[in-house]
């Protein structure tokens, strides 16, 4: 048999292209991951002949190009539409990526539900699942109405011409690992097969005008799997995170082209699905301890939204020779540099401690205003003095014990007022530069760890 011709090898981490096959990439240095690239048979005329017939390959001038604002539609979920800068944008592509089980396909049957009692057309096309295991999914979540419709196919010329009949508004490509098409020839999931999959329905909503979000599996490093080249693709690439043991997702925007990447949208696992979360702040304090040493209130930046969390300390004599550190939530050379810190420059002898550091409720946060947070739990554990539960904390910690500026102080003093904070500590830099004093809240300024230390215990 004649062996199939291929087009050369290129790198499914990062897209690197090559002539050849080779052990380690040049571009991303990664091992074993070149691939052979098959030839597709006819789908560059094709996907050709579609643009021409759109006159993309036609220039313009600037002066020509209309600059009115994107046309939005809502999802029916206030954190989604914030993560996509104001609601869904026509035409768009939007991969979703998340861990197994994470929630990606209950968020999503979450939107059409929302978008087809709007009296949208929504397509859902799902090539894992069959019709039966959707609708178990469905009956959990609730009652569904309007023009939604479901399809269980993986050949993207069968989705195409149905799509072509229904002319849906917005459709689901659940995932985009089990999709292929006839001309080219390697196996669903293999790299040609999810980069032709995903210029094909590119073309499509493009084309047609059609909102589609794609399901991406994701790797054990939590990248979204396939060729790197699948992220620049896609107009926005969204990840659903969390741990399966702790109830609530984080929705993070990696990459939008139609609004920011610094805004995040927070829900919470339930029996019914997936619950919105409008107030983070007083969801992850829920539970804190009274009176307990070693806890302290801290506030992080996530995007444009500030979010109160508790850091937690645990500092006792070590029974071994070499000392244990532990961090969890937060960077572990940070923790151990913020020790040093305190050895040096605040006098507190921690070199025959273990020292334990968690960032309460399973988030992860490596922002470096929580560094006062985290030197003021590890002495007030170390000196078993709590910090009283109405102070909040907030700082950058230099290697000179000095506590730097962080950006957006004022908003962050604002959400602790609102929960009912009376006390922020926080860096001189920023107590001089908030113009407008809010109300009900006692500011102190800090210049070194040493002034900071001093609240500790006090009421």
Known sequence: MAKARTTGFFCKECGYESSKWMGQCPACREWNTFVEAPAASGGRKAGGARAAALGGNRPVKLSQIE??????????MEELDRVLGGGLVSGSLILVGGDPGIGKSTLLLQVCRNLARDGKRVLYISGEESARQIKLRADRLGEFSGELSFLCETDLDQISRIIEEEKPEIAVVDSIQTMYREGVDSAPGSVGQ?????????????????????VGHVTKEGTVAGPRMLEHMVDTVLYFEGEKNVPY???????????????????????EGLIQVPNPS????????????GSVTACAIEGTRPMLLEIQALVCRTNFGMPRRTAAGTDYNRVNLLIAVLEKRAGLHLSDCDAYVNIAGGLR???????????????????????????????EV??????????????????????GFSTCILPQVCLERIRQPVKGIRLVGVRNVREAIEYIGRG
């Not at 600059?67 to 029916?76: D, I, L, Q, V, Y």
Request: net charge neutral; no cysteine; glycine share 14%.
């Open 67 to 76: 600059s009115s604002a994107e046309e939005r539609t809502g999802t029916g």
């Open 194 to 214: 999810v980069r032709e999959s995903t210029n094909f329905l590119l073309q499509i909503a493009k084309g047609k005008g059609i909102t589609i979000f794609i």
């Open 249 to 271: 997702r984080i929705l993070r925007g990696v990459k939008n082209r139609f609004g920011s990447t610094n805004e995040i949208g927070v829900f919470e696992m339930g029996g």
């Open 282 to 293: 007083e969801y992850m304090l829920s539970g804190k301890p009274e009176g307990a040493s």
């Open 365 to 395: 946060i490596s922002e470096p205003s929580l560094d006062l947070g985290i030197v003021m739990a590890l002495a007030s554990s170390f000196r078993d003095v709590p910090v009283d539960d109405g102070t909040l904390v907030f700082g």
């Open 398 to 419: 230099g290697l000179s014990g000095e506590v730097r500026a962080v950006s957006m102080a004022e908003k962050r003093v604002q959400e602790a007022a609102k929960l």
